[in-house]
């Protein structure tokens, strides 16, 4: 594949963080962007209020007003059977800010936070910054999935809850997350459940709100960006079910966290009400991607089927891989020591393009020495 093909068929816009960090020559598979056209309802949705009204909308004066906390309900009882409340629901640019929001208002410095380990990167650098220790839950090879098995939780303030798993991909089991659930309840944790790749679940796993299980300690927080390729457009939800974590966001200043644009809420609304056609052809796609990096990975690298999102996270056996890669087979990865513990000798690749470049991914991989 020629540094032009590359280019011209599959670089993103010119100031995509995802292609614009990748060298010359390089393919990029980090950051969990996809090579994908956004779903033309979406596209529409936004057309159709650049044409329209960019005044004051009317949910900033009537918050019960707001479209995004009717769809958010409508998606989880028609996807998962959850009849989530919509005026428990709150929003926020993203969700590093709705965790690190909840964290400032329900939590102390020196508050330690359990988190299932390896970790979505930005969520360690929030508990680092903001002091909260990492109380590490580790994920753990079993065959070809993973377990978890916990630590004493004493001492803890919250449970960060990730399902799907990201970098792993499992899909946590009902038996599973009624053991957090106990354990949550012992201690008494706050459970902040990140579940932004549920609409990105394989068959035949099932993805289970947690609120479902432990409604009155869960805020569940979620955004239409990973499955529907959103990332620019900053807008995410959180579902404040813990009594203790609205009373906390309800005294803080009206304005002081912000809120997402029209444009934001616009694109969430339209792509969870209208974009299923497109996502049911994309995973389409990505599921048959994870089959083909199964099938293709160069002996000595070891690769657990994801039950759900589109990153394929691969053991090496030793660190620097990434970086190894990036030079000698010219495809950028994520370092998985970026992951924390348990993350040191992995590489965290994206598998959300087209055919063709995972086909030239895993062509160039197979050429590294191991």
């Known amino acids: 594949m020629s540094d032009a093909f590359v280019g011209k068929d599959f670089k993103a816009s010119n100031d995509g963080l995802k292609w614009a960090k990748a060298g010359p020559g390089v393919i990029p598979a980090w950051v969990a962007d996809m090579d ?57 640019s993203d969700l590093n800010q709705a965790l690190q929001v909840l964290l400032h208002v329900c939590t102390e410095p020196g508050d330690a936070v359990a988190l299932h380990t390896p970790a979505y990167h930005p969520f360690l650098g929030t508990l680092e910054s903001m002091d909260r220790p990492l109380r590490s839950i580790p994920m753990v090879p ?6 978890f098995e916990v630590p004493d939780l004493t001492g803890c303030r919250v449970l960060l809850l990730v399902n799907p798993h990201n970098p792993t991909g499992r899909v946590f089991t009902r038996a599973e997350l009624e053991e957090l659930a106990g354990l949550a309840e012992r201690h008494d944790l706050l459970v902040i459940s990140d579940e932004i790749h549920a609409d990105l679940v394989y068959e035949p796993h099932r993805h289970i709100p947690f ?20 990332g620019g457009i900053r807008c995410s939800v959180a579902h404040v079910g813990a ?39 994309t995973r389409a796609l990505l599921d048959r991607n994870r089959h083909t990096i199964a099938s293709r990975l160069p002996e000595g690298v070891t690769y657990r089927l994801p039950e759900a999102t589109y990153l394929a996270w691969l053991g090496y056996g030793r660190p620097g891989m990434a970086e190894v890669l990036e030079r000698e087979a010219k495809v950028l990865l994520s370092d998985g020591a970026a992951f924390g513990p348990g993350g040191e ?20 991989i197979a050429q590294v020495a191991l």
């Not at 960019?54 to 995004?68: A, H, I, R, T």
């Not at 974590?245 to 339209?270: I, M, N």
């Not at 598998?351 to 160039?364: D, Y």
């Open 345 to 364: 000798t992995f590489a965290r690749l994206n598998f959300a393009t087209t055919e063709p470049v995972v086909e030239e991914i895993l062509r160039r």
């Open 36 to 92: 994908i056209p956004t779903a033309p309802e979406v596209r529409e949705a936004l057309r159709r209020r650049a044409g329209g009204d960019l005044g004051y909308p009317l949910w900033l004066d009537s918050p019960q007003c707001e479209p995004l906390a009717e769809a958010f309900a409508e998606r989880m009882a028609t996807r998962f059977g959850w009849a989530a409340d919509p005026g428990l629901v709150r929003s926020y």
């Open 142 to 147: 079993d065959g070809d999935s993973w377990r």
């Open 211 to 230: 609120a479902t299980i432990l409604p009155g300690r869960t805020v569940t927080v979620t955004s239409a960006t990973k499955a529907f390729n959103l």
């Open 243 to 281: 009594q203790q974590a609205r009373k906390a966001l309800d005294a803080q200043p009206e304005f002081v966290f912000g809120s997402p644009s029209v444009f934001g809420v616009e694109a969430t609304v339209a792509a969870w009400r209208h974009g299923d056609a497109w996502l049911e052809e």
